[in-house]
């Protein structure tokens, strides 16, 4: 293990699940180990969207990207938007979800979501950074215990539709 590793081990921080829509219709959403608020003024977010996921094609093609915390009660939704791949299946027909601005599905699952309009991309390695300015965000109903949150250690061991 590396010394990077260890140290973001230790941190074992919230996963997000992000979803997309393309102007031609096609959804997509998995989920994103990396991801942080990026700005405070004006408030920005960047999520790192692996390039070998479905969901990086799909969200190359958006304006808009919604990101989700969901609580370790969904387990079910995040094993579905971790495990399984758009090439494959549609994972929305298994989820409720709305559309969001954009057109950008936003579940009914997550505890807090926001949807961003995607104001740039950049190369990270492996993976591509979208910088993501807040145009609606929710919450139902407000996350009140932190420890309550899906995190990096409660999905390591699923086993990705595609590798990271």
């Known amino acids: 293990m590396s010394g990077l590793d260890a140290f973001t081990e ?18 997509a959403g998995c989920v994103v180990g ?6 405070i003024h004006p408030a920005r977010f960047t ?5 070998k996921n ?17 609580r370790r009660t969904r387990m079910e939704t995040a094993r579905l938007f971790g495990e399984e ?17 954009g057109g950008v599905p936003v579940l009914s699952d997550a505890c807090a979501w926001f949807v961003g309009r995607v104001e740039t991309r950049w190369d990270g390695g492996d993976h591509v950074g979208f910088l993501l300015a807040p145009v609606a965000e929710g919450s139902a109903p407000p996350v009140a215990d932190r420890t309550d ?10 086993s990705p539709g595609h590798p990271a």
């Not at 990396?34 to 700005?39: G, L, N």
């Open 85 to 101: 791949t758009g090439d494959e299946i549609d994972k929305f027909a298994r989820v409720d979800w709305t559309p969001g601005p």
């Open 149 to 158: 949150l899906l995190r990096l250690s409660d999905v390591t061991h699923f």
């Open 10 to 27: 230790a941190l074992d921080l919230p996963v997000h699940l992000v979803t997309a829509v393309a102007a031609d219709g096609e959804r």
């Open 34 to 39: 990396f991801a942080s608020q990026s700005s």
């Open 54 to 70: 479905h969901t990086y094609g799909v969200a190359c093609r958006s304006s808009h990207l919604a990101v989700h915390v969901l």
């Open 47 to 51: 999520v790192w969207l692996s390039r």
